[in-house]
């Protein structure tokens, strides 16, 4: 008996089955193989860990107990994800060390105590820890499946479709955006492990107020950061890189002349958005491009001075000549981990008539605060 010739074929029938085939295999790809990256597990579990031994080991950094590190050094790299992990003291000499030493697969934090930087911690992932296993027996099912789709999507067409044949097919335009250059001011709460909870979220909201401020002078949004600290996303155009230099310096006055417990730290980077931050009135920090680099942002703000100003290579290229002058190298041990291929630049201070102009305005702003 010959089953197919019960089948009518028309029009639709191949471009049904080839639609259904691909959603099909998109849709089993997607339930059956894993794909999250390896490198973001490995980024996610590395600066947890980093952060949370340079919390808790700061004390004896502080103090130079190279037997309690050594010690604590030998118990982390008995896990199977941390082949290595070093101890440097805030002179970046190492104090203790134990396993492999590497510069692939390395995350490093910075260890605080009281506002002092009582040293560094660096450790080393065993990415082999990490390695996904492939569900062989679930990828035969799969393929299978997917071979047999074309079948099944006919033989639903010919039992669904017994009087209008025609597949209407409607097409959605998408709508696409412009993405617009911006500038990120970020800004860290340095004394965060110093403060209790509540001195914390007071803190992060004497920021976003003090932020507001600048945008209402400077065109952008202010955005917190949880108990770390405080974006400032500034529009590029119409603002260029000497007024994000004023609203960074203007925000580090506004909070230290302040009656705030926070202590923040600064660090000015270009970015991109999907939207306009300066027509905006709410903004999610997935809309900006190097959404993942706002920790490390963070990171290096920290390792700023009080009223300074660390900057990244696109906002030193956006200056004039002149303001370039203003600027200095900036170097640091930590940034061969956070920033290899970056070139990050320093500014303790503006000349006297931009110093004058910030003054005044913080002066103003503070006085109808």
Request: charge should be negative; hydrophobic fraction near 45%; charged fraction near 20%.
């Amino acid at each position: 008996m010959t089953w197919w010739r019960r089948f009518r074929p028309n029009k639709a029938t191949f471009p049904a089955a080839l639609v259904a085939t691909v959603l099909c295999s998109s849709g089993l790809f997607l339930l059956w193989f894993d794909t999250g990256s390896t490198k973001f597990e490995m980024d996610r579990y590395g600066n947890s860990i980093v952060s949370t031994l340079a919390q808790t080991t700061a004390g004896d950094l502080f103090d130079d107990e190279r037997i309690n590190l050594a010690l604590t050094a030998n118990h982390v790299t008995a896990d199977a994800e941390i082949a290595g992990i070093t101890f440097y003291d805030a002179d970046n000499e190492i104090v203790a060390t134990s396993g492999q030493q590497n510069l692939t697969y390395r995350y490093s934090a910075t260890a605080i105590l009281d506002d002092t930087i009582a040293g560094y911690v660096s450790i080393i992932l065993d990415p082999e820890a990490f390695a996904r296993q492939v569900p062989w027996l679930r990828g035969l099912l799969t393929l299978a499946v997917v071979m047999l789709t074309p079948i099944l999507a006919m033989v639903a067409l010919q039992l669904s479709a017994r009087g209008n044949r025609s597949l209407p097919i409607v097409s959605v335009r998408k709508e696409t955006s412009d993405a617009q250059a911006v500038y990120v001011i970020a800004l860290t709460l340095n004394n965060q492990y110093a403060l209790s909870r509540d001195a914390q979220m007071a803190s992060i909201q004497d920021a976003m107020a003090m932020s507001q401020e600048v945008c209402a002078l400077y065109p952008g949004i202010a955005l917190a950061l949880d108990e770390k600290g405080v974006a400032l996303v500034l529009t590029k155009e119409g603002l260029g890189g000497l007024k994000a230099l004023y609203a960074a310096f203007l925000i580090q006055r506004l909070l230290s002349e302040y009656e705030t417990e926070g202590e923040f730290r600064c660090f000015l980077s270009e970015s991109q958005s999907a939207i306009n931050p300066a027509e905006a009135t709410k903004m999610d920090l997935q809309q900006l491009s190097n959404v993942d680099d706002i920790d490390k942002n963070l990171t290096l703000a920290s390792l700023a001075k009080a009223n300074t100003l660390l900057v990244d290579q696109l906002v030193f290229d956006s200056l004039s000549d002149m303001e370039k002058a203003w600027v200095q190298p900036f170097s640091h041990p930590i940034l061969e981990d956070l920033a290899p291929a970056s070139s990050i630049f320093n500014i303790t201070d503006l000349p006297e008539q931009e110093a004058t102009l910030i003054r005044d305005q913080a002066t103003l702003i503070l006085g109808f605060s």
